[in-house]
């Protein structure tokens, strides 16, 4: 797609919009009920349907078709993440009226600092072909490396602390208890973080770590920096919501690292058989709509039976 840079500007500016929109409403500290979490879920996932269709009309079936691929696998990692989130809620005890304002922080965060990875993941791939060779075998290692994670039940184990946000508690140390939604306090005469300063920036770090394997995996599907933007965009927005509607739910789906390594697994071979095309060999490539189809029928079958399993225990 030859995107314009005021199309760009106005992409922007509307997902500016919808955030703004979206942190207005949930400005005030309450307890998320299911209910309003599903109304907001529900939106968000309209808003992306509605984009893909524009895109559609605008651009035909394979930008479109691009899109919501993208979209479902970046959607499908992003539940995988609430795991993660779960902990870090958990780790920090984090009060239930406050969760929300620490999500809608660290995924905007999360995505501001997606966007470098995006504009540096296009810049490589327009310079170096060969580069789909490493997000390949990347993809790959990362597929194999969920299935020894699932067998080991990874995620009951208790979050830990990166480096990067040790360091920055040290430098600037941390505050006993919350203060509300604020960020600094002046505690023994010192400016500190307070606990929630900390678990946004634990969230927004995190996502990015979960980066390094999405944007290679949405990549294998696209090469278009403009729809690698937009799903990235459309998934991250609404996991606020979804955290909330469904985190009660999330262990019962005891089957989704399988389906996520059979995902990445299939992108990293369709990466790989793509650099060999672009090399010269003469071996098939695999077409939007199937790759479209095999995730969709990947994310069904594992659903289905991740419910049948756990409705069995």
Not at 211 to 236: E, K, M, R
Request: aromatic share 12%; net charge positive; charged share 15%.
């Amino acid at each position: 797609m030859n995107v314009s840079p005021s199309v760009w500007l106005l992409t922007v500016a509307v997902l500016c919009v919808l955030i703004a929109a979206d942190f207005l409403i949930g400005r005030r500290p309450h307890d998320v009920s299911v209910r309003e979490a599903g109304a907001w879920t529900v939106v968000w996932v309209v808003l992306a349907c509605v984009f893909g269709l524009v895109l559609y009309a605008r651009a035909g079936g394979g930008p479109a078709g691009e899109f919501f691929a993208g979209y479902l696998t970046e959607k499908s990692l992003s539940v995988d993440n609430l795991f993660v989130f779960v902990l870090i809620m958990s780790k920090f005890a984090v009060p239930s009226r406050y969760q929300q304002r620490v999500l809608m922080v660290g995924v905007l965060m999360a995505l501001v600092l997606r966007a470098g990875f995006i504009a540096a993941g296009a810049a490589i791939i327009s310079t170096f072909s060969w580069v789909f060779y490493v997000f390949g075998a990347f993809l790959i290692w990362t597929a194999w490396k969920l299935v020894q994670d699932a067998r080991k039940e990874e995620h009951d184990e208790e979050f830990e602390e990166n480096k990067l946000l040790k360091a920055v508690e040290r430098r600037f140390g941390v505050a006993d208890r919350y203060h509300g939604t604020r960020l600094w306090v002046e505690q023994d005469g010192r400016r500190v973080m307070t606990p929630m300063l900390v678990v946004m920036l634990a969230i927004g770090s995190t996502d990015v770590l979960f980066a390094l394997d999405s944007i290679p995996a949405i990549y294998g599907l696209t090469q278009d920096p403009y729809i690698v933007f937009t799903a990235n965009a459309f998934a991250l927005m609404g996991l606020r919501q979804l955290y909330f509607l469904i985190g009660g739910l999330l262990k019962r789906l005891v089957h989704l690292s399988h389906g996520l390594s059979i995902i990445l697994g299939f992108i990293g071979v369709k990466l790989v058989l793509h650099a060999l095309h672009e090399s010269g060999v003469p071996v098939p490539e695999i077409g939007i709509p199937f790759s479209l189809g095999f995730i969709v029928l990947v994310l069904a079958v594992t659903t289905l039976t991740s419910l049948r399993a756990s409705r069995r225990t």
